[in-house]
Every structure is written in structure tokens, then in C-alpha cells.
């Protein structure tokens, strides 16, 4: 009887793994860049695993890999499902209630839509933790994870802004006035004062922050819900974007969660696979 189960997502940036031996769950991440080692770690650590692989990389993953006998999942579909099994193993679904927004923000940032036992994908951006990594090394140098992380969490975001006061300078805006107006829109404020690479780091993760935001309210306004699920690594030790995140959110009427795993929301779908359903509208 198998006993070795394997979930891989593997996404532009990072190849996030669930596995199960007897029974019992493990998480692992690992540089889809390096899919060598992932071929690795696999041939050296099980026998003959059941594996289920999704992700934009899984056809590169598959080319690679001795483990052909991989089954291919849907990557939206896998997403949902590993989303919908988190939120009840955590007691969560019943405060998001059946019918909510899921915004996986990986490399790039998905939205989906879930309702009951369907699920739909209700567009995206270019703007994710990839636009996080790049724009950092443009504006600072820095190319690595852990120091712009560091550096993000500890500049002014919003120095670099026009606020809507700013430019309603002279009379009461008619939205509030501590609302950003123009992310990196404080020309001026450039030219006069030499800033750190703590406050250019942390613009770029505000504006990545509220701009999500703005789409995923907006998505959630449309679909009639008020629960905004934000999963993808690009959230897993960035306690700063959440904080924007969920407090923008709020600010706009609707509720954010953030739950333990969310980034390995794909892996785990991909291991369940009862395949929900996709809704033709
Ligand atoms: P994808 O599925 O597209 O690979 P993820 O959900 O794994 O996306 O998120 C990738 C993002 O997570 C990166 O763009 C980066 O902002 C962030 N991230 C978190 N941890 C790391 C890490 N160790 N190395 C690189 N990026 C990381
Ligand atoms: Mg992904």
C-alpha cells in the first residue's frame, strides 16, 4: 500500500511542496530556479510517492524529472481547493461563509472567486511579490530576499506619496484626505531630500499593498461578499504588506484573512484533487 504523497506547486518563483508520510503533513519551499535539487530532495527522500504536481512550472518541473508518473492538476482549481481545506481546518469558513474572494499573490497576483463548491477565476495583475523583488533592486541594488524584507519593514511608504489632502491643498477633499492619491507621485519631496532605501523598499510594498487591495475590494463589491482571503509567499514573514493589507481592506467595508499555509494553498489542492467545480457564468 502507498503511503508517500506528494503535492508540488510550482510557481515562478517558488516551488512550494506538501507531503504526507503516514499520515502525518510536511511543508517545504524550495527555488523553482534550482529544480535540480528539488528532483534531488525527491529521489532521496521517497520510494515511490504518489505525486500531484500544478503551478506554471510543473511542465518544466515534469521535463526535468525522472517522475513522469506525475498527474497534472489545474492550478486555479488546486488553488481553491487547498484554500476551501484550509479554511476549515482552521474553523475560518464559517466566518468567510461559503462565498468569498481568494487573491493569491505569488509572483504575480491571481483573483478568484469562490462560491460554495465552485470556483472562478475573476482576473489579475502584474502587480505581486515579483514587482516587490524588482522594483527594490532598481530603486536600491539590493537583490536580496531577506534584506529587502528587512529593509521594507522599516522606511516611511508613504514619503514618496501624494495624498489626496495634498492635492485638495486648499479646500476639504471630498473623499478622505489621508488617502494616497499618487504612489510615488511626491516628485518634490525626491528632489529636495536624499532618502534611505528603507523608505524607496517601503513605497513599493505600500503601493503594492493598496493597489491589490483596491482590486480585490472591488472584485469583492461586484461578487457580493465580504470576505477577502490574501494567500502566496509573498505574504509568508511580511507582517508590514498584511498589516497594509487589512487595514485597507477593512477601511473599504470588507474583512481580510490571512491564514497559517495560505502560500501552499496550490500543493495542497493539488494532493486532494476532488475537483471543484468551475462555474460557467
Ligand atoms: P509563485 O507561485 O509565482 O512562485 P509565490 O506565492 O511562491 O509565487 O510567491 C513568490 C513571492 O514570494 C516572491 O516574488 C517574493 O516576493 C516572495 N518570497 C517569499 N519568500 C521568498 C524567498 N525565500 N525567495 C524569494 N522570494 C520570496
Ligand atoms: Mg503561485
Known amino acids: 500500500m502507498k503511503n508517500e504523497y506528494i503535492g508540488i506547486d510550482a510557481g515562478g518563483t517558488l516551488s512550494k511542496i506538501v507531503y504526507t508520510i503516514n499520515g502525518k503533513c510536511h511543508y517545504k519551499k524550495m527555488s523553482t530556479a534550482d529544480i535540480a535539487s528539488l528532483n534531488t530532495w525527491m529521489k532521496q527522500s521517497f520510494k515511490q510517492p504518489d505525486i500531484h504536481i500544478t503551478g506554471g512550472k510543473a511542465g518544466a518541473f515534469l521535463h526535468e524529472s525522472e517522475f513522469i508518473n506525475a498527474r497534472r492538476i ?17 474553523s475560518l469558513l464559517k466566518d468567510t461563509g461559503p462565498n468569498f474572494m481568494v487573491t493569491n499573490v ?103 499593498g493598496e493597489t491589490i487591495t483596491t482590486m480585490s475590494v472591488q472584485a469583492a463589491e461586484r461578487l457580493n461578499t465580504d470576505s477577502i482571503v490574501y494567500i502566496g509567499s509573498t505574504f509568508a514573514r511580511h507582517d508590514v504588506l498584511k498589516n497594509i493589507i487589512s487595514g485597507y481592506t477593512e477601511l473599504r467595508g470588507k474583512k481580510a484573512y490571512f491564514i497559517e499555509h495560505g502560500e501552499y494553498s496550490g500543493a495542497i489542492g493539488a494532493i486532494l484533487n476532488t475537483g471543484l467545480q468551475k462555474t460557467v457564468q
Open 74 to 90: 489545474n492550478e486555479f482549481e488546486a488553488t481553491c481547493e487547498g484554500v476551501k481545506w484550509l479554511l476549515e481546518n482552521n
Open 106 to 208: 505569488g509572483t504575480g497576483t491571481s483573483i478568484h472567486y469562490i462560491k460554495g463548491n465552485s470556483y472562478e477565476r475573476i482576473g489579475g495583475s502584474g502587480m505581486g511579490g515579483g514587482t516587490l523583488l524588482g522594483l527594490s533592486y532598481l530603486l536600491t541594488g539590493e537583490d536580496d530576499y531577506d534584506t529587502i524584507l528587512k529593509l521594507g519593514n522599516n522606511g516611511n511608504g508613504r514619503l514618496l506619496n501624494l495624498t489626496v489632502s495634498d492635492i485638495y491643498s486648499h479646500e476639504k477633499p471630498p473623499i478622505s484626505g489621508d488617502l494616497t492619491a499618487s504612489n510615488f507621485g511626491n516628485l518634490m519631496q525626491m528632489k529636495q531630500e536624499k532618502l534611505s532605501k528603507e523608505d524607496y523598499i517601503s513605497s513599493v510594498v505600500r503601493m503594492i
